[in-house]
């Protein structure tokens, strides 16, 4: 089992920036993927940017240049730099890592943070 745990969601105002964390716990061989989806009001989950173990990343356009995904393997932490952000950036983000058990594979999720963008 693994245990995600997400901080660092808030308020800001348009054109600020946010660093999301999560941190991976629990009993696993190793954890790969790792990646950030975001849920707004009213909408469905899409997912903002994921990274590999090799460190190799990938964006939604939405948030391309602008956001920057970071992983540390030692520490099993994700990390989401939030730049120049928006209103449309507003939702509850949400933490998702692929642990491995031998040759399991299973998705886990965090429990998800606010980020709201108002002036």
């Known amino acids: 089992q693994v245990q995600l745990v997400e901080s660092g969601g808030g308020s800001v105002q348009p054109g600020e920036s946010l660093k999301l964390s999560c941190t991976a716990s629990g009993t696993f061989f190793r954890i790969n993927a790792m990646g950030w989806y975001r849920q707004a009001p009213g909408k469905k989950r899409e997912l903002a940017a994921t990274?590999?173990?090799?460190?190799?990343?990938s964006y939604a356009d939405s948030v391309k240049g602008r956001f920057t995904i970071s992983r540390d393997n030692a520490q099993n932490t994700v990390y989401l730099q939030m730049n120049s952000l928006k209103p449309e950036d507003t939702a509850v983000y949400y933490c998702h890592a692929v642990g491995q058990n031998g040759l399991t594979f299973d998705d886990y999720w965090g429990q998800g943070t606010q980020v709201t963008v108002s002036s």
């Open positions: 990274i590999t173990r090799a460190g190799s990343s």
